[in-house]
């Protein structure tokens, strides 16, 4: 089992909708959750952060964690063709706060 | 700018030939890590430091690795003889944990492409 389990898509959503990215880990000692945007041939950017069960809302951006279910989701509202990107799903472990990765959701936004 | 940078941007070698990446964090970050990301896979961690200590190192950084963070500030890796295989993107990032903060921001990378 892979700590850090996403689908990779890809997905592809009309302009408009709402994007659903999931993720689960195995890790139950994990503490802090983040997605990254990945554009092709770019770095990762930090888009989302969240440490607590429950939602957070930033924009058109809401984290989902659920510690229980080892569940966590970003939902993108009102998709736009420039969100179209790899989404990251990363969980912190270790003493050395290190980020450990799924490979990756390829979201693709269609006009 | 205020971001992580780093260089090169694109380094081209030959197998066997040495190579060495420097990473500048966020000015008041003090943590500092080292990733590697190949096509279609997220990024792996490969090592961290915290002010010029490297505190952790991934069973990834063979013996042909090593990082450097001298003053605490910028850090460097190097790889000795390298290996098709260590054809990858290399991103660096720093946090700092000020405030309970985790989060790490990354450098725009360095892509290694061994002939």
């Known amino acids: 089992q892979k700590e850090v389990e996403q689908n990779s898509g890809p997905l592809s959503v009309p302009e408009g909708a709402i994007a659903s990215l999931n993720c689960t880990y195995s890790?139950?000692?994990?503490?802090?959750f983040f997605w990254y945007r990945q554009y092709s041939g770019k770095s990762p950017e930090l888009i989302m952060f969240i440490y607590s069960n429950g939602d957070k809302e930033d924009g058109r951006f809401t984290a989902q964690l659920n510690k229980a279910s080892q569940y966590v989701s970003l939902l993108i509202r009102d998709s736009q063709p420039s969100d179209s990107a790899t989404y990251l799903c990363?969980?912190?472990?270790?003493?050395?706060?290190?980020?450990?990765f799924g490979s990756g959701t390829q979201l693709t936004v269609l006009p | 700018d205020t971001g992580v940078s780093q260089n090169p941007r694109h380094k081209i070698t030959k197998r066997g030939q040495n190579v060495t990446f420097r990473c500048d964090p966020i000015?008041?970050?003090?943590?500092l890590y080292w990733y590697r990301q190949t096509l279609g896979q997220g990024p792996e961690f490969l090592t961290y430091?915290?002010?010029?200590?490297?505190?952790?190192k991934s069973r990834l950084l063979s013996d042909r690795f090593s990082a450097e963070r001298p003053k605490g500030s910028f850090s460097t890796l190097e790889i000795q003889r390298t290996e098709q295989g260590d054809s990858a993107m290399y991103l660096c990032?720093?946090?700092?944990?000020?405030?309970?903060?985790?989060?790490?921001?990354f450098g725009p990378g360095t892509r290694l492409t061994v002939t």
């Open positions: 990363a969980v912190i472990r270790g003493s050395a706060r290190q980020l450990t």
């Open positions: 430091f915290q002010n010029e200590a490297q505190l952790e």
């Open positions: 990032a720093s946090s700092t944990e000020a405030g309970g903060a985790y989060e790490q921001y």
């Open positions: 890790d139950r000692g994990s503490q802090s």
């Open positions: 000015s008041e970050h003090n943590r």
